[in-house]
């Protein structure tokens, strides 16, 4: 099995250098984390709105990673590490599988708030870090880090992308009260939080855990098909078992495309999001149709810019 070193892992740690941020730098962050605030509220799952509370992730500029690692210690074990941008796959899943969940420290710039090719520290921190605050959801990441490296010891790395993508970045969760978000990708896109919810176009399928294994995702726009969980236990749950012999079920099975349907398909009927209609313009809201930020493999980078 491919295993990184802590000494490998720790050759990709920088310092955030927090006292370093401008004033325009905090102010993009709050631009976002404001829009962000308006636009989650009834949309955002009710874990990721109480883990952003007791954190205290601010509206008031770009965190300091020490000060919420601290928090975050204090209630699942895990905490933040500061990294330049992508790192490789082995690095990625090493950090994780130690409940260290690394973090670009870069801000987008202010003619980039709805567009740009790589997750920043908007993504990064508001995106992802409050849901760690969740202890099934904690242990849920440490256990896909595991099941990173096992994965790339058996050359399937590709299906298990697939889940993270589909999960974590992207997914969605059945609560009494509607069709709420959980994926990080979605929570920090101010148009994709409005459109994955309420536009009647993208497919919402039943979490499965072989289906979204086997469907490819779009790096270049919004996502054609969502799925969705009715709890984390659920997730944590399906996501147990041996991989192995999944892997090795599926691979001779075709791939299903980003908006393909299958026979056993179920769909989430969601007739209460979908009628909830507009009120993404009665925010005054101007939707931007851009992809929203995920961890894309390299891989996947590469082969998009050859299509
Ligand atoms: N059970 C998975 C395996 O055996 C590990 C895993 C857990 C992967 C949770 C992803 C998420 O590979
Ligand atoms: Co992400």
């Keep these: 099995m491919t295993a990184v070193d802590d000494q490998s892992a720790a050759n990709f740690?920088?310092?955030?250098?927090?006292?370093?941020?401008?004033?325009?730098?905090?102010?993009?962050?709050?631009?976002?984390?404001?829009?962000?605030?308006r636009l989650l509220v009834g949309r955002a799952c009710d874990e990721f709105l109480e883990g952003l509370d007791?954190?205290?992730?601010?509206?008031?500029?770009?965190?300091?990673?020490?000060?919420?690692?601290?928090?975050?210690?204090?209630?699942?074990?895990?905490?933040?590490?500061?990294?330049?941008?992508?790192?490789?796959?082995?690095?990625?899943?090493?950090?994780?599988a130690r409940r260290r969940f690394p973090s670009t420290c870069f801000i987008r710039?202010?003619?980039?708030?709805?567009?740009?090719?790589?997750p920043d520290v908007f993504h990064d921190i508001c995106g992802h870090v409050p849901l760690l605050m969740n202890p099934v959801f904690a242990d849920y990441m440490q256990a896909y880090g595991e099941g990173g490296l096992k994965a790339l010891g058996l050359g399937h790395l590709q299906h298990l992308a697939r889940l993270y993508w589909y999960t974590v970045e992207f997914g969605l969760i059945a609560t009494r009260r509607g069709l709420r978000i959980y994926g990080s990708g979605v929570l920090s896109s101010a148009g994709e939080s409005v459109y994955c919810l309420e536009d009647p176009r993208p497919h919402r399928i039943r979490f499965d855990l072989r289906r979204v294994m086997r469907t490819r995702y779009r790096i270049d726009d919004f996502q054609q098909t969502y799925f969705v969980i009715d709890d984390f236990r659920q997730l944590f749950d399906a996501t147990?078992?041996?991989?192995?012999?999944i892997y090795h079920e599926i691979a001779t099975q075709p791939d299903i495309e980003p908006d393909g349907l299958v026979r056993d398909?179920?769909?989430?009927?969601?007739?209460?999001?979908?009628?909830?209609?507009?009120?993404?313009?009665?925010?005054?809201?101007?939707?931007?149709?851009?992809?929203?930020?995920?961890?894309?493999?390299?891989?996947?980078?590469?082969?998009?810019?050859?299509?």
Excluded: M
Excluded at 72 to 79: C, S
Excluded at 85 to 96: I, K, Q, S
Excluded at 240 to 245: H, L, S, T
């Design 265 to 307: 398909d179920r769909p989430f009927n969601a007739s209460r999001s979908l009628s909830a209609g507009s009120h993404g313009q009665k925010n005054g809201l101007q939707v931007v149709r851009s992809p929203s930020l995920g961890r894309k493999r390299l891989e996947d980078v590469r082969q998009h810019h050859n299509q």
């Design 240 to 245: 147990r078992p041996d991989f192995a012999p």
């Design 13 to 37: 740690l920088i310092e955030q250098k927090w006292q370093d941020y401008t004033e325009e730098e905090h102010s993009i962050w709050r631009l976002l984390f404001e829009r962000q605030q």
């Design 54 to 96: 007791a954190l205290g992730v601010a509206a008031d500029g770009i965190p300091d990673f020490r000060k919420l690692s601290d928090a975050l210690d204090a209630a699942t074990g895990w905490r933040i590490v500061a990294v330049p941008g992508l790192v490789p796959d082995d690095v990625f899943f090493a950090f994780l």
């Design 109 to 118: 710039r202010r003619d980039q708030l709805d567009y740009l090719q790589e």
